[in-house]
Nanobody, 119 residues
Framework: QVQLVESGGGLVQDGGSLRLSCAASGNSIRTDVIGWYRQAPGNQRELVATITNIGLTNYADSVKGRFTISRENANTVLLQMNSLKPEDTAVYYC??????????????WGQGTQVTVSS
């Protein structure tokens, strides 16, 4: 099983910033799509942002202009979150999809990291 290590969550005030990191590890893996989803209590899980192996990005409308996703390397992603709002409060989950070379697919989730934005 491919393992994901998430970091960077915490408590921040309205208008503040946080940076989330997610690293996929395993033997002979190639990550094709990696990114973040979030879920607040009572809400459905929703897309935040993803990035592909060739750099194509996808953002939720609610975070465009405030969050930036980037690949630090082939298996690691950073999410810079600026101008945070209380409505961004949620558990953020990393997701990675790819292959354990040469041909075995994987689709794994991290344990989640709490992001809390105070009013």
């Amino acid at each position: 099983q491919v393992q994901l290590v998430e970091s960077g969550g915490g408590l921040v005030q309205d208008g503040g910033s946080l940076r989330l990191s997610c690293a996929a590890s395993g033997n002979s893996i190639r990550t094709d799509v990696i990114g973040w989803y979030r879920q607040a209590p009572g809400n459905q899980r929703e897309l935040v942002a993803t990035i592909t192996n060739i750099g194509l990005t996808n953002y939720a409308d609610s975070v465009k202009g405030r969050f930036t996703i980037s690949r630090e390397n082939a298996n690691t992603v950073l999410l810079q979150m600026n101008s945070l709002k209380p409505e961004d409060t949620a558990v953020y989950y990393c997701n990675a999809k790819g292959r354990r070379l040469p041909y075995v697919p994987y689709d794994v989730w991290g344990q989640g990291t709490q992001v809390t934005v105070s009013s």
